[in-house]
């Protein structure tokens, strides 16, 4: 709702406001008391002559505001001004329903250009102090800005500018906020608990910043290194195929985000994360440190050792000394590749079980979608 106070085209009235005025103490019209914020306060204010709200068009007004409106608009600007300001923070008193009405109010004080340059600064820092309670932070320096504009010397509007940087996280605005009201009041204690504030929350950010930085060059460093490994290595590297945590036995979301590959650049050496696929039973092992120096076998005695069998092999064919091992080629292509190029069909290649798994990623064949995947199959099952 606006709060609309009197039309500014209000003919003469007649009797002379003065004689309607001096009536009006006898009029028994009362407004409730400030701190009775009810829901009957709210209604008694709204039905007061002195603050009604929305008058309809045409309506028959109380003489108590048909004169008050009369008098108002019949008066100076700088008059006028005062009457809003006032009126706005009557308004602010009644507590946060009306911070809009209170806005109304000040802005309305504004409208009226004041030549008093320090009563105008004093509409803007009331208004940005209401922005301020509302979270309208942006609105609220703003306001301030202008109120110094108006009044260099509105020690509130600095403490009120300073504090919605803050909230902005614009410390460094906070800041010259602070230094320049302190100029004009050094031993203002609100603007110097701001200004600690300030350059507390400033000096986190700034350590954040170059921390972030920091780590971001390295890792950019880290990934060049990774870069020229995989290039010495002949491995292409296409984007991931499988989510590796829905594979990974006893993950859970609170675990570290496991990793595809582990790049030791001191002694030049890469450890995966590998995907070993029993299509026979739709089931998957990950092994999540497979040295890149480290044979398929080794792993497969350890993890398929005769004569015991893993508890899903029905029929007991998945024993170390004669699995078969495939790679699937054509799954993605090489992330320096166009990842528009059509895919080629899939087809599976043998794997030597005696070779590492350095070997292995070399073939030509073979781009890693992400992490290395492998089919391990039973003689049987071909």
Known sequence: KEVIIMDPN??????????VLDEFDLMDIKPPKMDEFTTEADDAWESHPFFVRDIAEGAELHPAT??????LYDEKPEVLAEQFKEQGNSVLKRGPKFYKDAI????????????????????????????????NYGKAIEDALKSIEYDAKNIKSYYRG??????????????????KGLIIQPNDPSLIEQQKKAQILFKRYTENLQKTAA??????????????????RHIKVGAPIFQLQNHLKNFSHNSQKPEYYVYDAENNRLSWTVMFIYEEYNQTDVITS??????????????????????????????????????????????????????KARKKV???VKSTLKEVLANGEYVVPGLPVFYVLPPAFL
């Open 10 to 19: 209000m003919p003469v009235l007649n009797p002379p406001v003065e004689e």
């Open 66 to 71: 048909e004169a008050m409106s009369s008098l």
């Open 104 to 135: 109304k109010c000040y802005t309305d004080a504004i409208d009226q250009n004041t030549p008093i340059h320090k009563n105008q600064s004093i509409y803007y820092s009331n208004r940005s102090h209401v922005n301020l309670l509302l979270q």
């Open 162 to 179: 300073a504090k919605a940087c803050i909230e902005l996280k614009k410390h460094d605005k906070a800041l010259e906020f602070c230094r």
């Open 215 to 232: 780590e971001r060059k390295r890792r950019e460093q880290h990934l060049k290194l990774i870069s020229r490994a995989f290039q010495s």
């Open 290 to 343: 497979f040295d890149e120096d480290d044979c398929f076998e080794d792993h497969l005695k350890q993890m398929f050792p005769e004569p015991r069998s893993v508890g899903w092999d029905e029929r007991g064919d998945y024993v170390a000394g004669g699995l078969l091992v495939y790679f699937e080629t054509n799954w993605t292509v090489d992330v320096r590749e166009d990842p528009t190029k059509n895919y």
């Open 350 to 352: 043998k794997v030597d």
